[in-house]
């Protein structure tokens, strides 16, 4: 099972690990990132959430290859807080979250990720989720289709696309990923066609939909930043804007200077924000990262440290 992890050398750097840290691995997909830190953590401990079942086999095997101080909570990382604190884990010296879909995940037709292969609409990042893609795609009125197609995909022609999924529809339901992409076809004009597939926002956005993606964003990232020692970092890789934007705001709002006091030659310390950014812009892959792995693309790393 191939995955190459994104930004892998430039996210492990930027947690600043010791020997005795304690880390998490908000998305531990298929461990790429967790084994490297599981070998940089000898004395320290690693605790891991992914919410995929067979991301968490095949993990589990690779993280036991490396060590066996590590523990895997099979949750959403929006839980995170109250699963750690059940373990008697209150705080933790950085966290790693890598956001989107996995490679295995996209690459597995029968998970029902892409519109390249067709599979029954699926999209469940957590196989237990009652909500597929199949059901927003049946069941979700016109209105409700537009919402999610102009507000997780920014797609052009979302009434169009909505318009046409609820008169096919209503004649039978729609089951596979290629007969919802001839759906949408059906209703982008064929000159918007040529330069990107007119499948890729919709589907973005009915992933983002069936998982939460975007909901879970900052109250994860509250939870982390509360749980960091001082000195401790929480790194994010996104992978599409509005992701990046999300995160990006939050880092902002919680690192500026009170507005207050803003200015002054000498601001007293209870108004200093209680965190910095680890780089002031956001780190992308290199060329020769791209040449191996053109789903990095897109990837944005933002760092964040506390320092009181």
């Avoid at 920014?154 to 909505?162: G, Q």
């Avoid at 780089?279 to 440290?305: C, F």
């Amino acid at each position: 099972m191939k995955h190459i992890s994104v930004l892998l050398n430039e996210s492990i750097e930027a947690l600043a690990l010791k020997d005795d840290s304690i880390i998490v691995d908000a998305t531990l997909g298929y461990g790429g990132h967790s084994s490297i830190i599981l070998k940089r953590i000898k004395e320290g401990f690693l605790f891991a959430f992914d919410q995929d079942s067979e991301a968490i086999r095949h993990s589990t095997n690779r993280l036991n290859e490396v060590g066996t101080n590590f523990t895997i909570i099979k949750s959403n990382f929006c839980h995170m807080q109250e699963k750690l604190k059940e373990l008697n884990v209150y705080q933790v010296d950085g966290v790693l979250f890598d956001l989107g879909v996995s490679s295995p995940q996209l690459d597995d037709a029968a998970r029902g990720f892409s519109f390249h292969e067709d599979a029954p609409l699926d999209m469940r990042m957590d196989q237990e989720n009652k909500i597929s893609a199949y059901h927003i795609v049946n069941n979700y009125d016109k209105n409700d289709l537009i919402h999610i197609f102009k507000k997780y995909g920014e797609a052009e022609f979302a009434n169009n696309i909505a318009k046409h999924i609820v008169e096919y529809r209503s004649k039978k339901n729609i089951e596979t990923t290629l007969e919802l992409v001839e759906i949408i076809k059906a209703a982008v004009p064929m000159k918007k066609r040529l330069n990107k597939h007119p499948a890729r926002q919709i589907f973005q956005a009915l992933r983002i939909e069936v998982n939460h993606e975007l909901d879970v964003i900052e109250p994860a990232l509250c939870q982390a930043l509360a749980m960091l020692k001082i000195g401790g970092r929480v790194a994010v890789i996104t992978f599409h804007s509005l992701e990046d934007r999300i995160v990006k705001n939050y880092f902002k709002d919680i690192t500026k200077v009170d507005e207050k006091v803003k200015g002054l030659p000498n601001i007293p310390d209870e108004y200093l924000p209680d965190f910095k950014l680890v780089y002031n812009k956001a780190i992308v892959a290199t060329d020769k990262e791209l040449e191996n792995n053109p789903r990095a693309r897109s990837a944005k790393l933002r760092v964040i440290e506390r320092i009181k």
